[in-house]
């Protein structure tokens, strides 16, 4: 459970609790997040592919590369937008449907490389071509390796590549807000679990001043603050400079 992203608290007044669990941060450098958003892209990438290839859209594997005069991974990701921006408008004069996922990878020459998921029907030849002339490097591919201009098969291939690609690590100079992950604004989104917890109005405490605001009023409203995860009194949580088990046993001294 991921420790770094603050609470999550809702109030339940006619029941006399305050419902309470961990936020997310998520952040790849979180560990515990870095595992769920591995866990949620794959499914991400797995239910795009299932619903465009029922529709007897075809699907391809790619690999970009970095240009040769790039030495670093930050270099790469300093020159990737304006060479994805010329390479995408091309790429989109080739189909109707326009759709893409993206992930970086963190070459071991050291370089970024780019692999996706994608809906153009452009073959390796003119990825080269049109990559150069962008921006990229030459080495690029459509296919896996060894499978040169492929079509994807079936969901459970992308499943095996989107997993492959993103339980690589990108390293520590990474620039910031460098994405993990890219999709087109069409690639079919995750469609979220419908549960009891997902009606509730949450509010956000991230700070201290925020926690001890929310104490006094569970106090004043004589409200048992719980973990929504476990039911039990929830009283024992240190968000950097306090903990909130200090703060309720010193006001009921």
Same mark, same amino acid.
């Given at each position: +459970?991921?420790? $770094?992203? /603050?609470?999550?608290?809702?109030?339940?007044?006619?029941?006399?609790?305050?419902?309470?669990?961990?936020?997310?941060?998520?952040? !790849?450098?979180? *560990?515990?997040?870095?595992? $769920?958003?591995?866990?949620?892209?794959?499914?991400?990438?797995?239910?795009?592919?299932?619903?465009?290839?029922?529709?007897?859209?075809?699907?391809?594997?790619?690999?970009?590369?970095?240009?040769?005069?790039?030495?670093?991974?930050?270099?790469?990701?300093?020159?990737?937008?304006?060479?994805? /921006?010329?390479?995408?408008?091309?790429?989109? %004069?080739?189909?109707?449907?326009?759709?893409?996922?993206?992930? *970086?990878?963190?070459?071991?020459?050291?370089?970024?490389? +780019?692999?996706?998921?994608?809906?153009? *029907?452009?073959?390796? $030849?003119?990825?080269?071509?049109?990559?150069?002339?962008?921006?990229?490097?030459?080495?690029?591919?459509?296919?896996?390796?060894?499978? %040169?201009?492929?079509?994807?098969?079936?969901?459970?291939?992308?499943?095996?590549?989107?997993?492959?690609?993103?339980?690589?690590?990108? /390293?520590?100079?990474?620039?910031? %807000?460098?994405?993990?992950? %890219?999709?087109?604004?069409?690639?079919?989104?995750?469609?979220?679990?419908?549960?009891?917890?997902?009606?509730?109005? !949450?509010?956000?405490?991230?700070?201290?001043?925020?926690?001890? +605001?929310?104490?006094?009023?569970?106090?004043?409203?004589?409200?048992?603050?719980?973990?929504?995860?476990?039911?039990?009194?929830?009283?024992?949580?240190?968000?950097?400079?306090?903990?909130?088990?200090?703060?309720?046993?010193?006001?009921?001294?």
């Amino acid at each position: +459970m991921c420790k $770094r992203g /603050g609470l999550l608290i809702t109030y339940q007044y006619v029941e006399h609790r305050a419902l309470i669990t961990d936020a997310d941060c998520d952040s !790849w450098q979180c *560990p515990e997040c870095q595992e $769920r958003l591995k866990d949620y892209w794959l499914l991400h990438a797995q239910h795009g592919a299932s619903l465009f290839l029922g529709r007897g859209v075809k699907l391809f594997f790619a690999t970009i590369t970095s240009h040769e005069n790039t030495r670093t991974f930050s270099q790469g990701a300093s020159i990737f937008p304006d060479a994805w /921006g010329k390479l995408h408008k091309r790429l989109n %004069r080739t189909s109707d449907i326009c759709e893409y996922l993206l992930i *970086p990878e963190h070459h071991k020459d050291g370089r970024l490389h +780019m692999h996706a998921v994608w809906t153009f *029907p452009v073959d390796t $030849r003119w990825l080269k071509d049109n990559g150069r002339e962008c921006g990229f490097g030459f080495m690029n591919q459509i296919g896996r390796k060894h499978h %040169r201009d492929e079509c994807v098969e079936s969901v459970a291939d992308v499943g095996r590549y989107v997993s492959k690609e993103l339980s690589k690590q990108l /390293g520590d100079n990474v620039p910031k %807000r460098f994405h993990r992950i %890219r999709r087109s604004a069409h690639w079919e989104k995750l469609p979220l679990p419908d549960s009891e917890s997902s009606a509730y109005d !949450w509010q956000y405490i991230g700070s201290n001043g925020k926690q001890e +605001m929310v104490i006094e009023e569970c106090q004043r409203l004589h409200l048992q603050m719980v973990d929504i995860r476990t039911g039990e009194l929830f009283d024992a949580v240190d968000l950097g400079t306090i903990t909130l088990s200090d703060h309720v046993n010193a006001m009921t001294l």
